[in-house]
């Protein structure tokens, strides 16, 4: 026994400071060499000479050491293998517990469990907790390891911290530094697992790990293919599962980003999201269960929303936002945009579109360069390419079958154009305008109903609510203002400009032009008319080639013109005179005998005052075009008729006189306005000019004889 030990148990008093409690503890300690150690077990400290400091409580704990300092070994045999070289400000507890060796000199480690850093010789400031934990570490530092078999194979790593049986179990010789394994089996590695600053949280996350680098796994089975990834982050059940090489891939949720082997710059969010594919895909972001959960190869995609590109296989450059966006369908088109649930779902080859809205675009298939905003907008659209439709319903089930077909049409409101199926360079703006199109081409219709009966008519303008409403298959058209043109089915050339002009045409008219409210609004079958002013022409129907000029002019017979109001001009006028174009000539026999007959007059126009009820309500306008005061010289219009009466001639029989009355007299559509009650007659004043020839030629006639009579006399 020890003089030390002597002097303990003879004084019942440490001795320097040491308590040695057993036979053989502490047995090395002299008097004034190791102080203030406490051993207690069978060979406790039992080497220890000049050591201090240090606690050994167990059978053989720090049985070898001679000088260490400031250690704590509890348990049979731990830290027992250390002996000459100085270890010091380590903690072992349990049985074999940083047991070391001759040429141990790590310092400041913490051991708790079965031979927990068994292996430690110059490794310094680890913590093991718990049986074989980081049993094989040599000369590691700064690591963290708790949980059976914990870092249990590294014997240089530094800074790693692993929580959980088996964590970065697998991790040998190579140097693999500042990794975080959370977790069963989390970051296992194996021999050549040398990747640094990565993160395991969750059963076997980043399992497979060997030279990857900066990754982040949180959930069971999280990336656990990765090998040589770097900078990845994966969150979720599977997460990143298939990711051997790729870096830069964000996945977060079940299965996110599953399949994934080498691609890069990915990031997926929600169950399932990029979950098929992306084997070498770039660049792509999905935010939804599902979402871009088919693609392989495509880069730079968008897709937000549950589903969303949800069949894409190798389109590229897309985004869709919205359940379903893009996702119904096998895309392999390019630089398309979906906004909206369902938007563009039916998309296969298409590229270039832009859609927004609930259903808008739901029917395109390879159609191509489109913009559709509004719900349903070019919904039932399938081929048709460059076209906008802004609205809801907008555009209709265009489709192309040809180079045109189906193209370049602009339709904006609510139903434009909705039925339209290969007609291309047309515009519709408003309510339903073109809406009952199928393949017009080239027409341009805004206004709510402009247009909106067309279904083949071309090159047609209509702007103005319910303007060209009725046509069908009428072509080259304009009508500007509300319903003109407005019952017409199949009025071909033609203009018509103003409130109604044309309104009630139901026939297939040509060529007539009306500018003013009402202008021509009878107009049926006639053609080539010219009504100009309030309400000129209004009582025209089959007529042709009648020209009325002027506020309320109404002349109805053919080939006439009208011009109400004086008339100032310097101009030359001619008529059509070839005798080529002529039948049934005959000489004049009208001439004295017509002229003498006739009442020249001078008069004043008496102006059409406006029509009002009892209450003085205006009913009707009255006439402005005569309210001058001006004494004018001609003739009367019954006073003519009733000449040419007397001359035995019909009314065809003198084109100078006309009578709409008369002329419309079994036309039951035609009705006299109030501005025109008293002036249905009128007089073709150029129809004179040959009974005034007639008679001169009869007057010179007359002369000459009487001067052949004075000779003879």
């Given at each position: 026994m020890s003089q030390a030990r002597n002097l303990a148990n003879l004084r019942g008093t440490p001795t320097d400071g040491n308590i040695l409690l057993q036979s053989t503890a502490g047995d090395a300690i002299t008097a004034g060499s190791g102080t203030y150690n406490f051993a207690a077990g069978l060979n406790a400290f039992g080497a220890g000479t000049t050591g201090d400091n240090n606690i050994a409580i167990g059978q053989a704990s720090l049985a070898a050491a001679t000088i260490g300092l400031n250690n704590i070994a509890i348990g049979c045999n731990s830290m027992s293998g250390v002996t000459t070289a100085q270890a010091d400000d380590n903690v072992a507890i349990g049985r074999s517990a940083m047991v070391g060796a001759a040429g141990t000199t790590g310092d400041y480690n913490v051991a708790i469990g079965t031979a927990g850093l068994i292996a430690l010789t110059t490794g310094i400031a680890n913590i093991a907790i718990g049986v074989n934990t980081m049993d094989a570490l040599t000369t590691g530092a700064c690591n963290i390891a708790i949980g059976p078999d914990a870092l249990g194979a590294a014997t240089i790593g530094l800074k790693n911290i692993a929580i959980g049986q088996l964590a970065m179990s697998g991790v040998t010789t190579g140097a693999a530094n500042d990794n975080i394994a959370i977790g069963r089996s989390a970051?296992?590695?194996?021999?050549?697992?040398?990747?640094?600053?990565?993160?395991?949280?969750?059963?076997?996350?980043?399992?497979?790990?060997?030279?990857?680098?900066?990754?982040?796994?949180?959930?069971?089975?999280?990336?656990?293919a990765i090998n040589s990834g770097v900078c990845n982050i994966a969150m979720g059940i599977d997460a990143l599962g298939a990711l051997t090489s790729g870096g830069n891939n964000v996945a977060v949720g079940t299965a996110a980003l599953g399949a994934s082997q080498t691609s890069c710059n990915n990031i997926a969010i929600g169950n399932s999201a990029l979950a098929a594919g992306v084997t070498t895909g770039d660049c792509n972001i999905a935010v939804g269960i599902s979402a871009m959960d088919a693609l392989l190869g495509g880069t730079s995609n968008?897709?937000?929303?549950?589903?969303?590109?949800?069949?894409?296989?190798?389109?590229?450059?897309?985004?869709?936002?919205?359940k379903t966006a893009m996702g119904g369908a096998d895309t392999t088109g390019s630089g398309n945009v979906a906004i909206g649930e369902n938007t563009l779902d039916a998309l296969t080859g298409g590229s270039y579109n832009t859609f927004a809205n609930h259903h808008a675009g739901?029917?395109?298939?390879?159609?191509?360069?489109?913009?559709?905003?509004?719900?349903?907008?070019?919904?039932?659209?399938?081929?048709?390419?460059?076209?906008?439709?802004?609205?809801?319903?907008?555009?209709?089930?265009?489709?192309?079958?040809?180079?045109?077909?189906?193209?370049?049409?602009?339709?904006?409101?609510?139903?434009?154009?909705?039925?339209?199926?290969?007609?291309?360079?047309?515009?519709?703006?408003?309510?339903?305008a073109l809406g009952g199109a199928t393949t017009p081409n080239g027409s341009v219709a805004i206004g709510w109903l402009a247009l909106g009966g067309v279904v083949t008519g071309i090159h047609n303008v209509a702007i103005g609510s319910y303007a060209g409403d009725a046509l069908t298959d009428g072509n080259h058209n304009v009508a500007i203002g509300y319903d003109a043109i407005g019952a017409s089915t199949g009025a071909c050339f033609s203009v018509a400009i103003g409130y109604g002009a044309q309104q009630e045409c139901a026939g297939l008219s040509t060529y007539n032009v009306s500018i003013g409210k009402h202008a021509g609004r009878k107009i049926t079958t006639g053609g080539c008319n010219v009504a100009i002013g309030f309400e000129a022409g209004c009582s025209l129907t089959t007529t042709a080639g009648v020209t009325n000029i002027g506020h309320s002019t109404n002349q109805t017979t053919a080939n006439v013109t009208c011009i109400a109001g004086a008339c100032l001009m310097s101009a030359m006028f001619t008529a059509t005179s070839d005798c080529r174009s002529k039948k049934n000539i005959k000489d004049l026999p009208y001439g004295l005998d017509f002229i003498n007959l006739l009442r020249p007059v001078s008069y004043k126009w008496k102006p059409q005052a406006d029509k009002l009820d009892k209450n003085g309500n205006l009913l009707e306008k009255g006439e402005n075009s005569h309210t001058h005061q001006r004494t004018m010289f001609g003739l009367l219009g019954q006073q003519v008729r009733e000449?040419?009466?007397?001359?035995?001639?019909?009314?065809?029989?003198?084109?100078?006189?006309?009578?709409?009355?008369?002329?419309?007299?079994?036309?039951?559509?035609?009705?006299?306005?109030?501005?025109?009650?008293?002036?249905?007659?009128?007089?073709?004043?150029?129809?004179?000019?040959?009974?005034?020839?007639?008679?001169?030629?009869?007057?010179?006639a007359e002369v000459t004889e009487l001067k052949a009579q004075l000779k003879t006399t």
């Open positions: 970051l296992v590695g194996n021999a050549n697992t040398t990747g640094n600053n990565n993160i395991a949280m969750g059963i076997e996350a980043l399992g497979a790990l060997t030279t990857g680098g900066q990754n982040i796994a949180l959930g069971v089975d999280t990336a656990n968008v897709a937000i929303g549950h589903n969303a590109l949800g069949a894409s296989t190798t389109g590229g450059q897309n985004v869709a936002i919205g739901t029917a395109v298939t390879t159609g191509a360069h489109n913009i559709g905003f509004g719900y349903y907008a070019l919904g039932t659209a399938t081929t048709g390419c460059a076209n906008i439709a802004i609205g809801r319903s907008a555009g209709g089930p265009l489709v192309k079958s040809g180079s045109n077909d189906a193209c370049s049409n602009v339709m904006i409101g609510q139903n434009a154009a909705d039925a339209l199926t290969c007609g291309y360079n047309n515009v519709a703006i408003g309510l339903n000449v040419t009466k007397k001359l035995g001639l019909g009314y065809n029989d003198f084109a100078g006189f006309s009578d709409q009355e008369y002329e419309n007299r079994n036309n039951p559509d035609w009705k006299k306005s109030y501005t025109m009650e008293d002036k249905t007659v009128q007089l073709t004043y150029d129809d004179f000019i040959a009974p005034l020839i007639k008679s001169v030629q009869e007057l010179s």
